[in-house]
Protein backbone atom coordinates (compact mmCIF):
# COMPACT_ATOMS: atom_id res chain seq x y z
CA UNK A 1 0.00 0.00 0.00
CA UNK A 2 0.98 3.45 -0.53
CA UNK A 3 0.65 6.04 1.90
CA UNK A 4 -0.42 9.63 1.83
CA UNK A 5 2.00 10.98 4.83
CA UNK A 6 3.65 9.08 7.70
CA UNK A 7 4.17 10.66 10.83
CA UNK A 8 6.93 8.96 12.41
CA UNK A 9 8.71 8.70 15.70
CA UNK A 10 6.53 10.74 17.61
CA UNK A 11 5.23 9.61 21.46
CA UNK A 12 1.88 8.36 20.07
CA UNK A 13 -0.96 8.74 22.07
CA UNK A 14 -2.91 5.58 21.93
CA UNK A 15 -6.09 4.58 24.10
CA UNK A 16 -4.28 2.59 26.94
CA UNK A 17 -0.42 3.22 25.97
CA UNK A 18 1.79 5.61 24.93
CA UNK A 19 4.50 4.28 22.46
CA UNK A 20 7.32 5.63 20.30
CA UNK A 21 6.05 4.56 16.66
CA UNK A 22 5.14 5.86 13.30
CA UNK A 23 1.54 6.36 11.58
CA UNK A 24 0.44 5.88 8.39
CA UNK A 25 -2.42 8.03 6.91
CA UNK A 26 -4.28 7.10 3.36
CA UNK A 27 -7.50 8.72 2.30
CA UNK A 28 -7.52 10.31 5.12
CA UNK A 29 -7.71 7.39 7.55
CA UNK A 30 -4.55 5.98 9.57
CA UNK A 31 -3.86 2.60 8.29
CA UNK A 32 -1.16 1.45 10.34
CA UNK A 33 0.64 2.20 13.29
CA UNK A 34 3.95 0.79 13.46
CA UNK A 35 7.66 0.83 15.08
CA UNK A 36 8.88 1.48 11.99
CA UNK A 37 6.99 2.16 8.83
CA UNK A 38 9.10 3.08 5.18
CA UNK A 39 8.82 6.10 4.18
CA UNK A 40 10.52 5.88 0.44
CA UNK A 41 8.66 8.44 -1.22
CA UNK A 42 6.01 9.54 0.89
CA UNK A 43 5.28 12.88 2.54
CA UNK A 44 7.00 12.44 6.34
CA UNK A 45 6.93 14.52 9.32
CA UNK A 46 9.80 14.14 11.37
CA UNK A 47 8.21 14.06 15.39
CA UNK A 48 10.99 12.97 17.11
CA UNK A 49 10.12 14.80 20.80
CA UNK A 50 6.99 15.28 20.36
CA UNK A 51 3.68 14.05 21.94
CA UNK A 52 0.80 12.67 19.37
CA UNK A 53 -2.57 13.26 20.60
CA UNK A 54 -5.88 12.41 19.02
CA UNK A 55 -7.25 15.66 17.87
CA UNK A 56 -9.03 17.30 20.59
CA UNK A 57 -12.87 17.87 20.72
CA UNK A 58 -14.90 20.86 22.00
CA UNK A 59 -18.25 19.47 22.16
CA UNK A 60 -19.27 23.44 23.35
CA UNK A 61 -18.29 26.19 20.99
CA UNK A 62 -20.95 29.13 19.77
CA UNK A 63 -19.32 30.51 16.90
CA UNK A 64 -22.94 33.09 16.36
CA UNK A 65 -23.00 32.27 12.45
CA UNK A 66 -25.30 33.36 11.06
CA UNK A 67 -26.28 36.68 12.57
CA UNK A 68 -23.60 37.46 14.77
CA UNK A 69 -20.32 36.94 13.02
CA UNK A 70 -19.10 40.22 14.47
CA UNK A 71 -19.02 38.17 17.50
CA UNK A 72 -16.61 35.27 15.92
CA UNK A 73 -18.17 33.20 13.02
CA UNK A 74 -17.28 30.08 11.30
CA UNK A 75 -13.81 30.40 9.78
CA UNK A 76 -12.29 32.21 12.41
CA UNK A 77 -13.37 30.44 14.99
CA UNK A 78 -12.60 26.86 13.37
CA UNK A 79 -9.28 28.00 12.50
CA UNK A 80 -8.53 29.60 16.53
CA UNK A 81 -9.35 25.62 17.57
CA UNK A 82 -7.16 23.78 14.81
CA UNK A 83 -4.43 26.38 16.83
CA UNK A 84 -5.63 24.98 19.79
CA UNK A 85 -5.13 20.72 18.99
CA UNK A 86 -8.88 20.86 17.65
CA UNK A 87 -10.32 18.25 14.98
CA UNK A 88 -13.70 18.39 15.31
CA UNK A 89 -16.38 21.08 17.34
CA UNK A 90 -20.40 20.71 18.35
CA UNK A 91 -21.54 24.59 17.65
CA UNK A 92 -24.60 25.18 19.94
CA UNK A 93 -27.71 26.77 18.54
CA UNK A 94 -26.83 30.10 19.68
CA UNK A 95 -25.96 32.61 19.65
CA UNK A 96 -26.21 32.56 15.75
CA UNK A 97 -29.73 34.45 14.42
CA UNK A 98 -31.86 32.48 13.29
CA UNK A 99 -30.80 30.42 16.24
CA UNK A 100 -30.54 26.51 15.34
CA UNK A 101 -34.32 25.62 16.50
CA UNK A 102 -35.71 24.37 13.08
CA UNK A 103 -34.47 22.49 10.16
CA UNK A 104 -34.26 25.82 7.76
CA UNK A 105 -31.98 27.30 10.29
CA UNK A 106 -29.82 23.84 10.84
CA UNK A 107 -29.91 23.85 6.66
CA UNK A 108 -28.44 27.66 6.79
CA UNK A 109 -25.64 26.75 9.22
CA UNK A 110 -24.69 23.50 7.47
CA UNK A 111 -24.29 25.34 4.10
CA UNK A 112 -21.78 28.00 5.80
CA UNK A 113 -20.12 25.20 7.63
CA UNK A 114 -19.74 23.44 4.59
CA UNK A 115 -18.06 26.48 3.09
CA UNK A 116 -15.88 27.77 5.69
CA UNK A 117 -15.14 25.77 8.56
CA UNK A 118 -11.37 24.64 8.28
CA UNK A 119 -12.11 21.19 10.80
CA UNK A 120 -15.01 18.61 11.48
CA UNK A 121 -18.06 19.80 13.08
CA UNK A 122 -21.33 18.85 14.19
CA UNK A 123 -23.84 20.80 14.98
CA UNK A 124 -26.94 20.80 18.35
CA UNK A 125 -30.14 21.48 17.99
CA UNK A 126 -32.10 23.82 20.41
CA UNK A 127 -34.99 22.98 22.49
CA UNK A 128 -37.14 26.17 23.36
CA UNK A 129 -40.84 26.71 24.90
CA UNK A 130 -41.97 26.83 21.02
CA UNK A 131 -40.43 24.22 19.36
CA UNK A 132 -40.93 21.34 20.45
CA UNK A 133 -42.97 20.37 16.81
CA UNK A 134 -39.95 20.80 15.61
CA UNK A 135 -37.42 18.43 17.43
CA UNK A 136 -37.92 15.15 15.50
CA UNK A 137 -37.36 16.85 12.20
CA UNK A 138 -34.23 17.96 13.66
CA UNK A 139 -33.20 14.36 14.89
CA UNK A 140 -34.00 13.16 12.03
CA UNK A 141 -31.41 15.88 9.80
CA UNK A 142 -28.72 14.73 12.18
CA UNK A 143 -28.31 16.89 15.50
CA UNK A 144 -25.76 15.54 17.79
CA UNK A 145 -28.64 16.70 20.77
CA UNK A 146 -30.32 19.03 21.94
CA UNK A 147 -29.31 22.09 24.24
CA UNK A 148 -31.57 24.21 26.67
CA UNK A 149 -31.47 26.85 29.14
CA UNK A 150 -32.90 26.68 32.30
CA UNK A 151 -32.19 30.05 33.56
CA UNK A 152 -32.19 32.60 31.08
CA UNK A 153 -29.65 32.26 28.08
CA UNK A 154 -28.86 36.03 27.38
CA UNK A 155 -30.07 36.03 23.82
CA UNK A 156 -33.84 36.79 23.48
CA UNK A 157 -34.46 34.74 20.31
CA UNK A 158 -33.25 31.48 22.76
CA UNK A 159 -36.15 31.38 25.33
CA UNK A 160 -35.49 28.84 28.62
CA UNK A 161 -37.76 26.54 29.45
CA UNK A 162 -40.26 26.63 32.27
CA UNK A 163 -40.63 23.05 34.16
CA UNK A 164 -43.24 21.95 31.24
CA UNK A 165 -41.84 23.00 28.60
CA UNK A 166 -38.29 20.94 29.72
CA UNK A 167 -40.80 17.75 31.13
CA UNK A 168 -42.41 18.19 28.05
CA UNK A 169 -38.82 18.35 25.55
CA UNK A 170 -37.60 15.66 27.70
CA UNK A 171 -40.56 13.24 27.20
CA UNK A 172 -39.94 13.81 23.66
CA UNK A 173 -36.31 13.68 23.16
CA UNK A 174 -36.25 10.61 25.15
CA UNK A 175 -38.79 9.06 22.10
CA UNK A 176 -36.11 10.03 19.42
CA UNK A 177 -32.90 8.39 21.47
CA UNK A 178 -31.13 11.60 21.80
CA UNK A 179 -29.00 13.36 24.49
CA UNK A 180 -30.29 16.87 26.15
CA UNK A 181 -27.73 19.02 27.07
CA UNK A 182 -28.97 21.72 29.47
CA UNK A 183 -27.35 24.88 31.08
CA UNK A 184 -28.31 23.79 35.04
CA UNK A 185 -28.55 27.25 36.80
CA UNK A 186 -31.99 28.04 38.80
CA UNK A 187 -33.46 31.13 37.07
CA UNK A 188 -36.39 32.11 40.04
CA UNK A 189 -33.04 31.77 42.26
CA UNK A 190 -30.45 34.00 39.65
CA UNK A 191 -33.12 36.24 38.86
CA UNK A 192 -33.99 37.27 42.31
CA UNK A 193 -30.83 37.94 43.38
CA UNK A 194 -29.60 39.92 40.99
CA UNK A 195 -32.88 41.95 41.03
CA UNK A 196 -31.82 42.39 44.94
CA UNK A 197 -28.50 43.36 43.56
CA UNK A 198 -28.89 45.49 41.13
CA UNK A 199 -31.63 47.41 43.16
CA UNK A 200 -29.25 48.10 46.12
CA UNK A 201 -26.71 49.16 43.27
CA UNK A 202 -24.20 46.42 44.12
CA UNK A 203 -22.85 45.94 40.70
CA UNK A 204 -19.43 44.62 41.26
CA UNK A 205 -17.97 41.12 40.03
CA UNK A 206 -18.20 39.67 43.38
CA UNK A 207 -22.26 40.87 43.23
CA UNK A 208 -22.52 39.04 40.23
CA UNK A 209 -21.40 35.94 41.30
CA UNK A 210 -23.42 36.49 44.45
CA UNK A 211 -26.12 36.39 42.36
CA UNK A 212 -25.38 33.18 40.89
CA UNK A 213 -24.30 30.95 44.05
CA UNK A 214 -23.67 27.03 43.51
CA UNK A 215 -27.08 25.72 45.45
CA UNK A 216 -28.59 27.54 42.17
CA UNK A 217 -26.61 25.26 40.26
CA UNK A 218 -27.21 22.17 42.11
CA UNK A 219 -31.26 22.91 42.46
CA UNK A 220 -31.28 23.09 38.75
CA UNK A 221 -29.28 19.58 38.09
CA UNK A 222 -31.32 18.21 40.83
CA UNK A 223 -34.91 19.31 39.12
CA UNK A 224 -33.21 17.97 35.71
CA UNK A 225 -31.98 14.29 37.46
CA UNK A 226 -35.90 14.38 38.90
CA UNK A 227 -37.41 14.80 35.17
CA UNK A 228 -34.81 12.44 33.69
CA UNK A 229 -36.24 9.42 36.50
CA UNK A 230 -39.61 10.07 34.99
CA UNK A 231 -39.05 10.42 31.48
CA UNK A 232 -35.81 8.30 30.28
CA UNK A 233 -34.38 11.15 29.09
CA UNK A 234 -30.48 10.75 28.40
CA UNK A 235 -29.03 14.43 30.25
CA UNK A 236 -25.05 15.54 29.72
CA UNK A 237 -25.08 18.36 31.67
CA UNK A 238 -22.71 21.46 30.69
CA UNK A 239 -20.02 23.58 32.16
CA UNK A 240 -20.92 22.65 36.02
CA UNK A 241 -18.68 24.59 37.99
CA UNK A 242 -18.83 23.17 41.69
CA UNK A 243 -18.15 20.06 43.43
CA UNK A 244 -21.31 19.85 44.55
CA UNK A 245 -23.20 19.21 41.64
CA UNK A 246 -20.36 17.07 40.60
CA UNK A 247 -21.35 14.33 43.01
CA UNK A 248 -25.20 15.01 42.32
CA UNK A 249 -24.55 13.96 38.95
CA UNK A 250 -22.04 11.17 40.04
CA UNK A 251 -24.74 9.78 42.25
CA UNK A 252 -27.00 9.87 39.62
CA UNK A 253 -25.09 7.60 37.54
CA UNK A 254 -24.67 4.90 40.37
CA UNK A 255 -28.16 4.75 40.24
CA UNK A 256 -28.44 3.93 36.81
CA UNK A 257 -28.87 7.00 35.03
CA UNK A 258 -27.56 8.09 31.68
CA UNK A 259 -26.39 11.30 32.21
CA UNK A 260 -22.72 12.92 31.84
CA UNK A 261 -21.08 15.98 32.40
CA UNK A 262 -18.39 18.04 31.44
CA UNK A 263 -16.77 21.17 33.09
CA UNK A 264 -14.36 23.83 31.33
CA UNK A 265 -11.08 24.65 31.19
CA UNK A 266 -11.71 28.12 33.29
CA UNK A 267 -12.80 26.75 35.96
CA UNK A 268 -9.73 23.93 36.48
CA UNK A 269 -7.38 27.28 35.86
CA UNK A 270 -9.27 30.04 37.14
CA UNK A 271 -11.51 31.26 39.75
CA UNK A 272 -12.89 34.41 41.11
CA UNK A 273 -9.31 36.38 41.67
CA UNK A 274 -9.21 36.86 38.29
CA UNK A 275 -11.57 39.58 37.82
CA UNK A 276 -8.69 41.92 39.12
CA UNK A 277 -6.89 40.93 36.68
CA UNK A 278 -9.34 40.53 33.55
CA UNK A 279 -12.53 41.98 34.91
CA UNK A 280 -15.48 41.79 32.51
CA UNK A 281 -13.31 38.91 30.02
CA UNK A 282 -13.43 36.39 33.48
CA UNK A 283 -17.42 36.73 33.19
CA UNK A 284 -19.03 33.78 32.74
CA UNK A 285 -22.25 31.52 33.69
CA UNK A 286 -21.93 30.05 35.81
CA UNK A 287 -19.27 32.04 37.58
CA UNK A 288 -16.25 31.89 38.52
CA UNK A 289 -15.82 30.29 41.77
CA UNK A 290 -13.63 30.51 44.91
CA UNK A 291 -9.90 28.90 45.00
CA UNK A 292 -11.23 26.28 47.25
CA UNK A 293 -13.52 25.38 44.94
CA UNK A 294 -10.91 25.70 41.77
CA UNK A 295 -8.90 23.40 43.92
CA UNK A 296 -11.89 20.82 44.21
CA UNK A 297 -12.68 20.68 40.70
CA UNK A 298 -8.97 19.71 40.01
CA UNK A 299 -9.38 16.83 42.25
CA UNK A 300 -12.37 15.47 40.57
CA UNK A 301 -10.85 15.88 36.75
CA UNK A 302 -8.15 13.77 38.77
CA UNK A 303 -10.15 11.11 40.47
CA UNK A 304 -12.75 10.26 36.85
CA UNK A 305 -15.25 12.29 38.12
CA UNK A 306 -15.61 14.58 35.20
CA UNK A 307 -16.38 12.81 31.70
CA UNK A 308 -14.80 15.43 30.11
CA UNK A 309 -13.00 19.13 29.65
CA UNK A 310 -14.61 21.77 26.48
CA UNK A 311 -14.24 25.34 26.37
CA UNK A 312 -17.69 27.01 25.88
CA UNK A 313 -16.23 29.33 23.92
CA UNK A 314 -18.52 31.94 24.09
CA UNK A 315 -16.96 35.40 22.85
CA UNK A 316 -18.73 39.07 21.19
CA UNK A 317 -18.15 42.05 19.89
CA UNK A 318 -15.98 44.18 21.99
CA UNK A 319 -18.99 47.01 22.73
CA UNK A 320 -20.97 44.40 24.31
CA UNK A 321 -18.27 44.43 27.48
CA UNK A 322 -17.52 47.81 27.43
CA UNK A 323 -18.50 48.98 31.07
CA UNK A 324 -18.23 52.52 29.98
CA UNK A 325 -21.83 52.17 29.17
CA UNK A 326 -23.11 49.40 30.81
CA UNK A 327 -22.96 47.70 34.16
CA UNK A 328 -21.08 44.34 34.81
CA UNK A 329 -24.40 42.46 35.12
CA UNK A 330 -25.76 44.17 31.73
CA UNK A 331 -21.73 43.34 29.98
CA UNK A 332 -22.17 39.85 28.28
CA UNK A 333 -20.95 37.09 30.08
CA UNK A 334 -18.73 34.41 27.83
CA UNK A 335 -15.21 33.13 27.79
CA UNK A 336 -12.89 33.94 24.91
CA UNK A 337 -10.84 29.79 25.18
CA UNK A 338 -11.52 27.98 22.45
CA UNK A 339 -7.81 27.80 21.75
CA UNK A 340 -6.49 26.52 25.06
CA UNK A 341 -8.75 23.67 26.12
CA UNK A 342 -5.95 20.44 25.24
CA UNK A 343 -3.04 22.67 26.25
CA UNK A 344 -5.58 23.50 30.21
CA UNK A 345 -6.49 19.85 30.58
CA UNK A 346 -2.22 18.92 29.61
CA UNK A 347 -1.56 21.30 32.72
CA UNK A 348 -3.54 20.05 34.98
CA UNK A 349 -2.38 16.78 33.78
CA UNK A 350 1.24 17.85 34.51
CA UNK A 351 0.09 19.40 37.76
CA UNK A 352 -1.77 15.97 38.89
CA UNK A 353 0.64 13.14 37.54
CA UNK A 354 -1.95 12.06 34.76
CA UNK A 355 -1.05 9.93 32.08
CA UNK A 356 -1.48 11.62 28.61
CA UNK A 357 -3.44 8.53 27.78
CA UNK A 358 -6.30 10.37 30.44
CA UNK A 359 -5.87 13.84 28.61
CA UNK A 360 -6.85 11.94 25.43
CA UNK A 361 -9.77 10.26 26.81
CA UNK A 362 -11.17 14.06 28.41
CA UNK A 363 -10.45 15.45 25.34
CA UNK A 364 -11.15 13.58 22.63
CA UNK A 365 -12.14 9.81 23.57
CA UNK A 366 -15.28 10.57 25.76
CA UNK A 367 -16.85 13.16 24.14
CA UNK A 368 -16.69 10.68 21.03
CA UNK A 369 -17.91 7.78 22.80
CA UNK A 370 -20.68 9.96 24.46
CA UNK A 371 -22.00 11.25 21.23
CA UNK A 372 -21.61 8.40 19.19
CA UNK A 373 -19.58 9.79 16.78
CA UNK A 374 -17.48 7.47 14.83
CA UNK A 375 -14.07 6.84 13.74
CA UNK A 376 -12.82 9.93 15.84
CA UNK A 377 -11.20 10.75 19.05
CA UNK A 378 -8.64 7.70 19.30
CA UNK A 379 -5.32 6.88 17.71
CA UNK A 380 -6.25 3.71 15.95
CA UNK A 381 -6.43 1.69 12.79
CA UNK A 382 -9.31 2.46 10.75
CA UNK A 383 -10.02 6.29 12.64
CA UNK A 384 -9.76 9.03 10.93
CA UNK A 385 -6.31 10.92 11.05
CA UNK A 386 -7.11 13.88 13.06
CA UNK A 387 -3.83 14.87 15.59
CA UNK A 388 -2.76 17.69 17.75
CA UNK A 389 1.30 17.41 17.92
CA UNK A 390 2.50 19.02 21.23
CA UNK A 391 5.66 20.18 22.79
CA UNK A 392 6.98 20.12 25.97
CA UNK A 393 7.40 23.88 25.73
CA UNK A 394 6.29 26.61 27.68
CA UNK A 395 3.67 29.02 25.66
CA UNK A 396 3.02 32.43 27.24
CA UNK A 397 -0.83 34.13 25.55
CA UNK A 398 0.30 36.91 23.99
CA UNK A 399 -2.46 38.93 22.27
CA UNK A 400 -0.21 38.04 18.91
CA UNK A 401 -1.03 34.47 20.02
CA UNK A 402 -5.14 34.37 20.37
CA UNK A 403 -6.07 33.56 16.91
CA UNK A 404 -10.05 33.95 18.05
CA UNK A 405 -11.65 37.19 16.11
CA UNK A 406 -11.12 39.18 19.57
CA UNK A 407 -7.70 39.19 21.14
CA UNK A 408 -9.14 40.16 24.93
CA UNK A 409 -9.23 37.00 26.61
CA UNK A 410 -9.39 35.51 30.04
CA UNK A 411 -6.05 33.83 28.93
CA UNK A 412 -4.04 36.54 28.26
CA UNK A 413 -0.80 36.37 30.19
CA UNK A 414 -1.45 32.83 31.24
CA UNK A 415 1.88 30.57 30.56
CA UNK A 416 0.99 26.90 29.71
CA UNK A 417 4.35 23.83 29.90
CA UNK A 418 3.10 22.94 26.79
CA UNK A 419 1.90 24.45 23.05
CA UNK A 420 0.77 22.99 20.29
CA UNK A 421 3.10 22.39 17.61
CA UNK A 422 0.47 21.44 14.52
CA UNK A 423 -2.84 19.98 14.15
CA UNK A 424 -3.88 17.93 11.59
CA UNK A 425 -7.40 16.50 10.45
CA UNK A 426 -8.17 13.56 8.28
CA UNK A 427 -4.43 13.79 7.28
CA UNK A 428 -4.35 17.56 5.88
CA UNK A 429 -2.48 19.96 7.84
CA UNK A 430 -4.69 22.35 9.29
CA UNK A 431 -1.95 24.80 11.66
CA UNK A 432 1.72 24.44 11.94
CA UNK A 433 3.10 27.15 14.51
CA UNK A 434 5.62 27.57 12.92
CA UNK A 435 3.90 28.46 9.47
CA UNK A 436 0.56 29.87 11.03
CA UNK A 437 -3.01 28.48 9.66
CA UNK A 438 -3.70 26.30 7.06
CA UNK A 439 -5.82 27.93 3.96
CA UNK A 440 -7.15 24.81 2.64
Not at 55 to 69: Q, T
Not at 227 to 254: Q, W
Not at 363 to 391: L, Q
Not at 396 to 417: C, G, M
Request: with cysteine; proline share 5%.
Amino acid sequence: MTFDLILKGGAVVEPHQVTLCDIAVKDGKIVQISSEIMSDGVSTVELEGKIVLPGAIDAHVHFNEPGNVEWEGIETGSRMLAAGGATLYFDMPLNSNPPTIDVPALELKEQLSAEKSVIDYRFWGGLVPENISELESLSERGVIGFKAFISNSGFEPFKCVDNLALLNGMKEISRLGKILALHAESDEMTHHLASQKIAGGQLEPKDYCESRPIIAEVEAVQRAIAYAEITGCALHFVHISSPDAVRVINEAKMRGLNVTLETCSHYLLFNDGAFKEHGVYAKCAPPLRAPSIQQEMIELVADGKIDFVTSDHSPCSPELKDLSNRTFFEAWGGINGGQFTLLAVLEVAKEKGLPLTEVAKLTAEAPAVRFGIECKGRIEVGYDADFAIVEEVPFLVTKDAILARHKDSLYENHQFPYQIAATYCKGQKVFARNEGLSHI
